[in-house]
T-cell receptor, first 113, second 116 residues
Framework: NAGVTQTPKFQVLKTGQSMTLQCAQDMNHEYMSWYRQDPGMGLRLIHYSVGAGITDQGEVPNGYNVSRSTTEDFPLRLLSAAPSQTSVYFC????????????FGQGTRLTVV | AQKVTQAQTEISVVEKEDVTLDCVYETRDTTYYLFWYKQPPSGELVFLIR??????QNEISGRYSWNFQKSTSSFNFTITASQVVDSAVYFCALFTSGGGADGLTFGKGTHLIIQP
């Protein structure tokens, strides 16, 4: 009964490096999304997907790419890390786009130095 | 555009006091959904409640209650007889289906501190 699993939990990157944050869910949810949480800012939507093969941009998509080749997985790629991307990243999934009850992963704390 | 305002950045009360967390939202859509999430010090996000725009009934779940008022665009959260375990950051969030990005718009959160 894993729910939404994010890896890694912590990561330190150097400016300019690339990496992929992994997100997997085992609830057969169609809708998945990525948020970033910054102090005093709440959570902001980066990208989302309403089903396999379909992705779209959220409020703060610049510097990030996503893909959804399977229902279960929704990785978030940082193309060239910048200090402004230091944040806590949350992946979420829900049964449908109306967010009947969004299940969140444990979060990934990313530091870019 | 959607917006959620949680004007209270931090609230500190003594255990057993009642406390209300305010949430005011803005949207032009007639169909929308409101949520409350709890983020304890461990960092995970815990779903508390979801309300749709057509259901203005107040809800009570144990010591938690929610007051939804469309007339004032508010969805306030009250904890009765607060406990130390209630200490957390609480987020109010809005989802609308009327265009734009499909996702939750979060308020900035209210940090609730319950002192023993």
């Amino acid at each position: 009964n894993a729910g939404v699993t994010q890896t890694p939990k912590f990561q330190v990157l150097k400016t300019g490096q690339s990496m992929t944050l992994q997100c997997a869910q085992d609830m057969n949810h169609e809708y998945m999304s990525w948020y970033r949480q910054d102090p005093g800012m709440g959570l902001r939507l980066i990208h989302y997907s309403v089903g396999a093969g379909i992705t779209d941009q959220g409020e703060v998509p610049n510097g990030y790419n996503v893909s959804r080749s399977t229902t279960e997985d929704f990785p978030l790629r940082l193309l060239s890390a910048a200090p402004s991307q230091t944040s806590v990243y949350f992946c979420a999934s829900s049964y449908d786009r109306v967010n009947t009850e969004a299940f969140f992963g444990q979060g990934t704390r990313l530091t870019v130095v | 555009a959607q917006k959620v305002t949680q004007a209270q950045t931090e609230i500190s009360v003594v255990e057993k006091e009642d406390v209300t967390l305010d949430c005011v939202y803005e949207t032009r859509d007639t169909t929308y959904y409101l949520f409350w999430y709890k983020q304890p010090p461990s960092g995970e996000l815990v779903f508390l409640i979801r309300r749709n725009s057509f259901d203005e009934q107040n809800e009570i779940s144990g010591r938690y209650s929610w007051n939804f008022q469309k007339s004032t665009s508010s969805f306030n959260f009250t904890i009765t007889a607060s406990q130390v375990v209630d200490s957390a950051v609480y987020f109010c969030a809005l989802f609308t289906s009327g265009g734009g990005a499909d996702g939750l718009t979060f308020g900035k959160g209210t940090h609730l501190i319950i002192q023993p």
